[in-house]
């Protein structure tokens, strides 16, 4: 305890404000990022570490907020009561016994400096953790390369689905042109060719589709000349349903895929806001532990001249406590 006619006063009184709604704005942000990465961690059940940890984080810094705004108000009223028993002590000396008073009142004010700068720290030390983010970082690389690698193959297969989906409506289209014109086609498995489907009165638009089918059908059928038999027809309109239908699935499940990797690339962008959020907010944080610490090392002094000293102890423990009461209001934190 220093003891002499010089004391360390605080630099700079009234003491400077803390940014509250800068450290309030980045609880929000982060309790917002927690319930978007909950959503997505739901879904994946990605990285559970990782999630477990800032989901305790998340819970620590709300804890933190509370103890902040709790220990404020347990300071400022404390002052205030020791405060409000003390003598102005600027008119004239104190006696001896208003010098013990002035001194009890001191260390009960010491006493409460020292109890919320012990919770504070705590609490500080719980949100104060380095997240090192290079390897999900690297992991979301490694996303990003197989995401283009999927929407390549996506577009593969809808390209081929275009073709597979022409081929099915020439066989498909030829299907019911011959129905129309010979609905016993189904029961007797008749020969189509272009002349005969003409001799059924097909009309030229439908005689041109008849002539697409069978040339379609002779690139896949070896067997294939000028036409085909009604059955084959049926056979082959299915299997280009059933092309489409697989490629159609093979998209549905690659691009499934892709929407999962993007999520993962989505989640670990939002650990690391949180992260960036969670060094904000500590950031933030430490500065009223600062300006306590700063306070209890002016209490922790002592002047030769008691009632200088006790002048001085009042215009401090005064500027420190319009410095606390911001923090100790409940409407502060909303």
Known sequence: MNNSNTIIFPSDLPFPPTPLNSMVESKKALNHELLNATVLYTNLGYLPAVYER???LNTAVNASATALRSSALELYQGMEIELDELPSGVSRPLNSAQLA???EAQDAVKRLASNSLTLLTQHYDTINLHFERS?????????????ADKTLDILALE???????????????????????????????????ATNIAELGATPPQAAIIKLAIDQLQKDISHISEGFRFFELIRQRDIARKKVEDLQREI?????????????????????????????YASEYKNPIKT???FSIFLNQRLTDKNEHHRQFLKTTRAFIEYIRPLSLPTAWL
């Open 54 to 56: 800032f989901f305790k």
């Open 101 to 103: 008073f002035s001194d």
């Open 159 to 193: 390209k081929s689905k275009i073709a597979r989906e022409a081929e099915y409506k020439v066989v498909s289209d030829a299907f019911a042109v011959i129905k129309t014109l010979t609905p016993e086609a189904s029961a007797q498995d008749i020969l189509v060719t």
């Open 292 to 294: 306590i610490e700063q």
């Open 252 to 280: 549905v499940t690659a691009t499934n895929e892709r929407t999962k990797i993007e999520n993962q690339v989505k989640f670990i962008s939002i650990i690391h806001t949180l992260d960036t959020h969670r060094t904000s």
């Open 135 to 147: 390897p999900t970082t690297a992991a979301a690389a490694v996303f990003e390369r197989e995401k």
